[in-house]
């Protein structure tokens, strides 16, 4: 008989799929910076108007790894984890995709 909660079922699965979108659209920006038109990127400069404004989407990633890391440590058994790293990922994604759609247009 599995004692397994419907809250543990339900983090467990929107965990792996939030982890799944997020390498997913991170591959898919890795893969085009060594496509051909990786040389239309030599021209984009991102400017951040300070050192903060760079701070915050670097320490949303390194969260992101730490909960990444200790989620599949414990096997997604911790729902606190999975609920933990299903936010993370989702900012991130949010975070992510906001950035690509900065970038596009100038290409």
């Known amino acids: 008989m599995n004692n397994s ?6 983090s467990k699965i929107i965990a792996k799929t939030i982890q799944r979108i997020v390498f997913i659209v991170m ?11 990786a040389k239309l990127l030599d ?3 991102v400017y951040f108007p300070h050192k903060w ?3 915050a989407p670097i ?7 730490t909960l990444m890391f200790l989620m599949m440590k414990e ?3 911790r729902i606190d984890y999975n609920w933990l790293f299903s936010l993370a990922g989702g900012f991130l994604l949010i ?11 100038v290409l």
Not at 5 to 10: G, Y
Not at 27 to 37: P, R
Not at 98 to 104: D, G, P, T
């Open 5 to 10: 909660s419907k809250n543990h079922t339900t």
């Open 27 to 37: 591959i898919l920006g890795v893969a085009f910076s060594f496509s051909k038109d």
């Open 43 to 45: 021209n984009i400069s």
């Open 53 to 55: 404004a760079i701070f």
């Open 59 to 65: 320490t949303l990633f390194l969260i992101f790894l």
């Open 75 to 77: 096997k997604y058994m």
């Open 95 to 105: 975070y992510i995709i906001l950035l690509y759609a900065r970038i596009y247009p």
